[in-house]
C-alpha cells in the first residue's frame, strides 16, 4: 500500500497580484490524487511553519478557491523572516511532527534558499520529504526562468502608470519622476517604456540599478530634454548607485532608514524622489517639479492584472505538484520561453536558483543607459497581455491668429 501523502504549502515574500494562483494551483493540482490526505497551509510563511500556525486546506471549497486565485495578495500571510540554518532546521522539525511529505514553498531568491536547505536537513536525516520551491517575484530576478510570475502584472501596472503620468505632465508641463521598484534588477523600471505610443512620449529617461548613476549627468540629461521638448517624464530604479556601488538615496540624504536585513530602506520612502526633484528644481531652476514613488501599489493592483501572469503562475503550482508527485528530485520550477510567444515548465537544481539575482541582460539597455532597445519591448511585450489603453491625440489644426 502507497503511503499517505500530506502536503504543505506556504508563500513568502512580497505580495504579487497572482501569488494565490499558484496557490490555488498546488491546492486543486494535490486534490486529484487519490493518495493526498492532507493539504495544510501556513500562516505568514515560514514563521508560521515554525509558530504550527497551520491551516487545512482541504475544508476550502472549490468556488472559494477560485475567487481566491483571483484576489491579489499573500492569502495565507507572508513573511520577510530570512531562515538560516538553525531556523530551517526548526521548520524542518515542524513539517516532520506533521508527517509532512511534500513541502511547496512559493517565493522568490531568499525563499528559494530557504526551500534547498530545509531539503538538505531532511536528506542529513534521512527523512522522505519532497522539497519544491514555486517562483514568484516581481523584481523578474530569478535565474534560470525567462520571467517569473508576478512580474507581468506589475509591471503592466507600472506602464499604466506612466502612460498616465505622461499624459498628465503634456497637458500641465514640467519634469515628473517616478520611482519604481528594484534594488538590483531594472526590469520593472523599465516597463515604463511601454507606455511610449508616440515619439515624444514619456518616460524619456529611465534609470536601472544595472549602470552607474552620475548625479550631474543626470542633471545634464534632464536639461536637455526639458529645453528639447518643454517638458520631461523620468523612471528611475530605487536601487540606482554610484561608480562605489552607495545608493543615491544615501549619497543625496543626511539619513536613511535600514531594513531587518541591514539593507538601505529603498521602498516605502518617498526619500528619492523628493531628493531628485530637489536637487532639478534646486540646479536647474525648473519651477514645476513632481515626484511620486509607487511603492505597494505596483505589487497587488486589483484590476490591473496580466491574464498571461494569471494562467502562468496557475500553471507553476500545478506543475510543481505533478513533478513532486511523479518526480524523484527536490527543485524549483522554472519558467522557459519557448518560440514567440509559449512557455515551458522545467525542474532546476536548488542550488541554481537559491540566493542569486538575475539582472538585466546587457542588450535590453540601450546604449546611453537612458532607455531600452527594442529586444527589451518583445521580451516584455506578449507578457503584458491584452486590452491595454490606447491613449489618442486631438489631430485638429490649428485656426489662424487674427490678432497681432
Request: neutral net charge; glycine residues 10%.
Amino acid at each position: 500500500m502507497a503511503a499517505a501523502i500530506r502536503v504543505l504549502v506556504a508563500q513568502g515574500g512580497g505580495p504579487t497580484a497572482v501569488i494565490n494562483q499558484s496557490l490555488a494551483g498546488v491546492v486543486l493540482e494535490a486534490r486529484r490524487h487519490a493518495g493526498v490526505e492532507a493539504i495544510y497551509g501556513a500562516r505568514h510563511g515560514v514563521r508560521g511553519i515554525v509558530n504550527e500556525e497551520l491551516v487545512d486546506l482541504l475544508q476550502e471549497t472549490t468556488t472559494n478557491l477560485e475567487r481566491v486565485a483571483a484576489t491579489p495578495a499573500a492569502a495565507l500571510g507572508s513573511t520577510r523572516d530570512k531562515p538560516d540554518a538553525a531556523y530551517c532546521g526548526r521548520i524542518f522539525r515542524t513539517l516532520q511532527a506533521h508527517g509532512i511529505t511534500h513541502f511547496f514553498y512559493i517565493g522568490g531568491n531568499d525563499s528559494s534558499d530557504t526551500v534547498r536547505i530545509v531539503a538538505e536537513h531532511a536528506q542529513a536525516e534521512r527523512y522522505a520529504l519532497r522539497c519544491i520551491h514555486i517562483p514568484k517575484t516581481i523584481d523578474n530576478d530569478l535565474v534560470e526562468n525567462d520571467h517569473t510570475p508576478g512580474f507581468a502584472s506589475a509591471a503592466r501596472f507600472v506602464a499604466q502608470a506612466f502612460a498616465g503620468a505622461n499624459l498628465d505632465n503634456a497637458a500641465l508641463p514640467g519634469v515628473y519622476v517616478g520611482v519604481v521598484m528594484g534594488r538590483h534588477a531594472g526590469f520593472l523600471t523599465a516597463a515604463a517604456a511601454m507606455a511610449q505610443t508616440h515619439p515624444d512620449d514619456g518616460p524619456h529617461l529611465i534609470y536601472l540599478p544595472e549602470r552607474v548613476f552620475d548625479t550631474a549627468r543626470f542633471l545634464a540629461d534632464v536639461k536637455r530634454v526639458h529645453e528639447s521638448l518643454g517638458r520631461c517624464v523620468i523612471a528611475v530604479s530605487e536601487g540606482i548607485h554610484g561608480a562605489d556601488g552607495t545608493p543615491i538615496l544615501t549619497q543625496l540624504s543626511s539619513s536613511v532608514e535600514k531594513d531587518a536585513h541591514g539593507n538601505v530602506q529603498l521602498s516605502g520612502t518617498g526619500a528619492l524622489a523628493d531628493l531628485l526633484c530637489e536637487e532639478i528644481k534646486g540646479k536647474l531652476g525648473i519651477k514645476r517639479v513632481r515626484g511620486d514613488t509607487f511603492g505597494y501599489l505596483q505589487r497587488s493592483f486589483a484590476g490591473c492584472v496580466s491574464e498571461v501572469d494569471q494562467r502562468e503562475a496557475r500553471e507553476v503550482g500545478e506543475r510543481a505538484v505533478q513533478l513532486a508527485l511523479n518526480g524523484d528530485r527536490d527543485g524549483s520550477v522554472a519558467i522557459k520561453r519557448v518560440g514567440d510567444y509559449a512557455v515551458d515548465y522545467q525542474l532546476v537544481p536548488l542550488s541554481a536558483v537559491a540566493a542569486k539575482t538575475r539582472v538585466m541582460e546587457d542588450a535590453f539597455i540601450d546604449a546611453a543607459g537612458t532607455g531600452v532597445t527594442a529586444e527589451f519591448r518583445r521580451y516584455l511585450a506578449p507578457l503584458l497581455g491584452s486590452g491595454l489603453p490606447e491613449p489618442a491625440r486631438l489631430r485638429a489644426g490649428a485656426v489662424p491668429k487674427r490678432l497681432a
